[in-house]
């Protein structure tokens, strides 16, 4: 594999998107791979935390490939979405957090992968959009979806509608990014977040980012029902005998997942 690279640092993976030339716009390669990069990481217990950038200090991914999206017809348009969702789903459902460290463009498919994501964390050279509708076509991968839920109605239909890039404090500013560093502390930041996730308890965390998600979906009354029950889980987990022996032991917890 070469579009997408991945290594494994402190029980965290680091996935890079690996097209710098072409600003590591996804091709169909490029997100075969990324599907098979993170369902390894899902599938590895030695991950607890992921973190996904791009290659280079330009782009974190500046969108579909162009060139593979001008030969799409109907059929082969609809199949090249799909796919990107359910990668893109993948990601968002994977069970352990994961990190977007958005080290510049997050353009189109590249603002769709970093909204997939349970956390962005953005370089102040960053730049957000979704701006398919100036090749005559709409976001594929989940912008219409992601960015109302995440931004709300108005800023959705504005940035879809218009196109335009923002900046990485606008980003920040309407709830879109985290948070916004100076490009040089990007990935230390990031490490830190990541360290912090990965000393946290497994399953804990995987309940919340599966009660957030799921609650989302549905109506207040099955959304809380639904916390109570991952609630019971996590109470069901020796990590929470650890987590609340910890606390009254005055000592640091070591969650082990579980
Ligand atoms: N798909 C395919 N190639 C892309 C690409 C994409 N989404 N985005 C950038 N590239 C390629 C360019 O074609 C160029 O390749 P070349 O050197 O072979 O000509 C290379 O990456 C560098 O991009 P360039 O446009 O020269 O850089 P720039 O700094 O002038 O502009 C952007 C940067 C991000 C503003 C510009 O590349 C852009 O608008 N990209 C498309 C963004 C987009 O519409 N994404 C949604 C796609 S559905």
Do not use: W
């Amino acid at each position: 594999m070469s579009n997408v690279l991945s290594e494994i640092k402190n029980k965290t993976c680091y996935i890079t998107i690996n097209r710098p030339d072409k600003l590591n716009a996804l091709n169909q390669a490029t997100l075969q791979e990324l599907d098979k990069t993170i369902t390894d990481a899902k599938n590895n217990e030695e991950v607890r935390v992921i973190v996904i950038t791009g290659s280079g200090d330009k782009a974190f991914v500046a969108g579909a490939d162009i060139n593979e999206l001008a030969k799409t017809n109907s059929i082969t348009g609809m199949q090249f979405a799909q796919y990107g969702q359910h990668v893109f789903n993948q990601i968002e459902h994977c069970g352990k957090p994961v990190i977007a460290a958005v080290n510049g463009f997050a353009l189109g498919g590249g603002c769709e992968l970093a909204m997939a994501c349970h956390l962005r964390i953005a370089s102040d050279n960053a730049r957000f959009g979704q701006p398919e509708i100036k090749l005559g076509v709409i976001p594929g991968f989940g912008g219409t979806q992601r960015l109302t839920r995440l931004v709300g109605k108005g800023k959705a239909m504005e940035m879809n509608l218009l196109g335009d890039m923002i900046s990485a404090n606008q980003a920040e500013q309407i709830g879109l990014a985290n948070l916004v560093v100076p490009q040089g502390e990007l990935m230390n930041t990031v490490n830190k977040i990541a360290e912090q996730l990965s000393q946290s308890a497994p399953i804990a965390l995987s309940m919340i980012i599966d009660s957030i998600n799921h609650g989302l979906e549905c109506a207040m009354g099955e959304a809380l029902d639904y916390e109570v029950k991952a609630f019971g889980i996590c109470c069901a987990s020796q990590d929470k005998n650890e987590g609340t022996a910890a606390f009254l032991e005055k000592r640091q917890a070591k969650f082990t997942g579980h």
